[in-house]
């Protein structure tokens, strides 16, 4: 069945270094998306990307989507405390599935 | 605008104790999500909504779990009896419509505790 893997599972950076993660299906997508979930918090939409190879950026965040729409990845420049959370890829194949998430620690 | 009411919060209940959740979606959304979210996995959706219609309920344990969208508004989740291993955050979301890529809007959840 359709998976949706996402690495690291963890990540800890300094305040000030970048961070990605990474976002893999097993199967072709439609589309994705991407939340941000704070400790104790619930999803929070990010944004979606649909076509074949496309980029989005907002502030220091930029999403891109895979030439095969079978991946994606979430790039973070220059992090900060407020990015603290775990960030979820959410994809739609032959079902919605979400990823299994990385949780970023942010080092002051 | 009010967000997505979930209600109650916590919930601890013995095993084999039935217990429901209830949801308030945003007004004026036609689809509405319940979840489950497993300590530090992704949410697993567990049913969708269009209205009053349950369109998607696949990954639904329908042998202890059910819901209903009664007028196509509010949304109760009810597990019965309840297991250990469905200690979990139900999430409950909704979205103007249920197409394909939808951004979902989550409400804050209700924590399920079951010893």
């Not at chain 1, 979820?88 to 949780?103: L, V």
């Amino acid at each position: 069945g359709q998976q949706v893997m996402q690495i690291p599972q963890y990540q800890h950076v300094q305040e000030g270094e970048d961070f990605t993660t990474y976002c893999n299906s097993s199967t072709t997508l439609s589309n994705i998306q991407w939340y941000k979930q704070r400790p104790g918090g619930h999803p929070v939409f990010l944004i979606q990307l649909v076509k074949s190879g496309e980029v989005k950026k907002q502030k220091r965040l930029t999403f891109q989507f895979g030439e095969a729409k079978k991946n994606s990845s979430l790039h973070i420049t220059a992090t900060q405390t407020t990015d603290v959370g775990t960030y979820f890829c959410a994809g739609t194949g032959n079902q919605f599935y979400f990823g299994t998430g990385t949780s970023l620690t942010v080092i002051p | 605008e009010a967000g997505v009411v979930q209600s109650p919060r916590y919930k601890i209940i013995e095993k084999k104790q039935p217990v429901a959740f209830w949801c308030n979606p945003i007004s004026g959304h036609n689809t509405l999500y319940w979840y489950r979210q497993n300590l530090g996995q992704g949410p697993e959706l567990l049913i969708r909504y269009e209205n009053e219609e349950a369109v998607d309920d696949s990954q639904l344990p329908k042998d202890r779990f059910s819901a209903e969208r009664l007028k196509g508004v509010d949304s109760t989740l009810k597990i019965q009896p309840a297991e250990l291993g469905d200690s979990a955050v139900y999430l409950c979301a909704s979205s103007p419509w249920g197409g394909a890529g939808t951004e979902a809007f989550f409400g804050q959840g209700t924590r399920l505790t079951v010893v």
